[in-house]
């Protein structure tokens, strides 16, 4: 350990999005601008949510995104605090500029939530984010996004999923049914979005 070379602080900041998520995210909104009209419901307020986390699965599988989420050599995905990061940083400007409040970790007294978006009382919806090869995955689903619901008193939720390999597509393949029962049992609504950020199937467009 001794003989080894020590890495600058520059370097450090390269290998991860820990440091350098703020100016990227803010590039990333100022290129891609995002509104939406006046929200008049609850209902249209979580269409709305969806539609803003659907953006971020399209900036990552459409634009280029999934870069982000690789190290530099793109042999080693991230890990789900840099995707959380990343998540944060490109909706945080979004949010801002449509009045609404968006928050991270928020806690819910049996644990911290990923991400809450406000706006007034009524206007509430839940987000956990998750790697697909988290070993706590289903729990996140069946268990923790439910519960959070609960106790926060509030009727809509999302779960993001994170897919780097062909195992983790196949791991999730029936995950919106898996949502749907979630849902019923709990009486809430949840919908899942599942972001593909596999680096073997992005093709350039010239080459399809």
Same mark, same amino acid.
């Given at each position: 350990?001794?003989? %080894?070379?020590?890495?600058?602080?520059?370097? &450090?900041?390269?290998?991860?999005?820990?440091?350098?998520?703020?100016?990227?995210?803010?590039?990333?909104?100022?290129?891609?601008?995002?509104?939406?009209?006046?929200?008049?419901?609850?209902?249209?307020?979580?269409?709305?949510?969806?539609?803003?986390?659907?953006?971020?699965?399209?900036?990552?599988?459409?634009?280029?995104?999934?870069? &982000?989420?690789?190290?530099?050599?793109?042999? &080693?995905?991230?890990?789900?605090?840099?995707?959380?990061?990343?998540?944060?940083?490109?909706?945080?400007?979004?949010? %801002?500029?449509?009045?609404?409040?968006?928050?991270?970790?928020?806690?819910?007294?049996?644990?911290?939530?990923?991400?809450?978006?406000?706006?007034?009382?009524?206007? %509430?919806?839940?987000?956990?984010?998750? &790697?697909?090869?988290?070993?706590?995955?289903?729990?996140?689903?069946?268990?923790?996004?439910?519960?959070?619901?609960?106790?926060?008193?509030?009727?809509?939720?999302?779960?993001?999923?994170?897919?780097?390999?062909?195992?983790?597509?196949?791991?999730?393949?029936?995950?919106?049914?898996?949502?749907?029962?979630?849902?019923?049992?709990?009486?809430?609504?949840?919908?899942?979005?599942?972001?593909?950020?596999?680096?073997?199937?992005?093709?350039?467009?010239?080459?399809?």
């Amino acid at each position: 350990m001794e003989k %080894r070379k020590a890495n600058t602080f520059g370097e &450090l900041m390269k290998k991860t999005l820990r440091y350098t998520w703020y100016e990227l995210s803010k590039g990333i909104v100022e290129n891609n601008k995002f509104t939406f009209s006046n929200i008049t419901n609850e209902k249209e307020f979580f269409d709305k949510i969806l539609d803003f986390a659907d953006y971020y699965r399209e900036f990552i599988e459409l634009r280029s995104g999934y870069k &982000l989420l690789w190290n530099e050599t793109k042999t &080693l995905p991230r890990s789900e605090e840099d995707v959380q990061l990343l998540f944060k940083g490109i909706l945080d400007e979004h949010c %801002r500029a449509n009045n609404i409040d968006f928050t991270r970790e928020v806690n819910q007294a049996m644990g911290p939530v990923d991400f809450r978006f406000s706006s007034g009382y009524t206007n %509430r919806v839940l987000l956990e984010a998750k &790697l697909a090869k988290n070993t706590k995955f289903w729990n996140g689903l069946k268990k923790q996004l439910p519960k959070y619901l609960q106790i926060d008193k509030c009727r809509y939720g999302i779960f993001l999923v994170i897919a780097f390999t062909d195992k983790d597509i196949e791991r999730i393949d029936s995950l919106q049914d898996i949502a749907n029962e979630t849902s019923k049992f709990y009486s809430v609504t949840i919908k899942t979005i599942v972001v593909d950020a596999r680096i073997e199937n992005k093709l350039s467009a010239s080459k399809l």
